[in-house]
């Protein structure tokens, strides 16, 4: 199985922060993979494909870089609406495999 | 607009069954690879099984496989996770997704005596 690495697992910043997490894949899925935003007791919501894609109707504060092993999510401009859990996922083989999670929490 | 409405969870024993559904609208159902994933309580997000187009080809976690099987009925846009031989383990939100990019809101399973 692929293993997704996330660091950080949490991260505080304040409003109108930019912030970085990055993903890293144990083996190298080209650019199979996604960026998941979940609030608390709500379902996930997917930002991003491809590594870079933005979904439909996804600001573009929101930003994906990276192939291979390595990937990242910017986000510029921190809103509270972003303080979230984001999850990266690789589809590139099976079982599909999700990171650990960011906690992104106000400072 | 997309929609996934998931239905059939609940408190079962452990042994027990469940089949969970998932009604479609807004898109061209037949068109799509179908998932499942599951949220533990407190936990992350796990992928658990999909489906292709035709339900022609399927795909498990290793953690359910021969105790659950997904499927689908194209014509009624509904896709369902029969999940047998249940244990503490599988208590979870059960989310049916559009290739994971579109989710719906979650029903929970809960495995408990």
């Known amino acids: 199985d692929i293993q997704l690495t996330q660091s950080p697992s949490s991260l505080s910043a304040s409003v109108g922060d930019r912030v970085t997490i990055t993903c890293r894949a144990s083996?190298?899925?080209?650019?199979?993979l996604s960026w998941i935003q979940q609030k608390p007791g709500k379902a996930p919501k997917s930002l991003m494909y491809?590594?870079?894609n933005l979904q439909s109707g996804v600001p573009s504060k929101f930003s994906g870089s990276g192939s291979g092993t390595d990937f990242t999510l910017t986000i510029s401009s921190l809103q509270p609406e972003d303080f979230a859990t984001y999850y990266c996922?690789?589809?590139?083989?099976?079982?599909?495999?999700f990171g650990q999670g960011t906690k992104l929490e106000i400072k | 607009e997309v929609q996934l409405v998931e239905s059939g969870g609940g408190l079962v024993q452990p042994g027990g069954s469940l089949r969970l559904s998932c009604a479609a609208s807004?898109?061209?159902?037949?068109?799509?690879?179908m998932d499942w994933v599951r949220q533990a309580p407190g936990k992350g997000l796990e992928w658990v099984a999909n489906?292709?187009?035709?339900?022609?080809?399927?795909y498990y976690v290793d953690s359910v496989k021969g105790r659950f099987t997904i499927s689908r009925d194209n014509a009624k846009n509904s896709l369902y996770l029969q999940m047998n031989s249940l244990r503490a383990e599988d208590t979870a939100v059960y989310y049916c997704?559009?290739?994971?990019?579109?989710w719906g809101q979650g029903t929970l399973v809960t495995v408990s005596s």
């Open positions: 997704t559009r290739q994971l990019d579109s």
């Open positions: 807004g898109f061209t159902f037949s068109s799509y690879w």
């Open positions: 489906i292709n187009q035709d339900g022609s080809e399927k």
């Open positions: 083996q190298g899925i080209s650019n199979s």
């Open positions: 491809a590594a870079s």
């Open positions: 996922l690789q589809y590139k083989s099976y079982p599909r495999t």
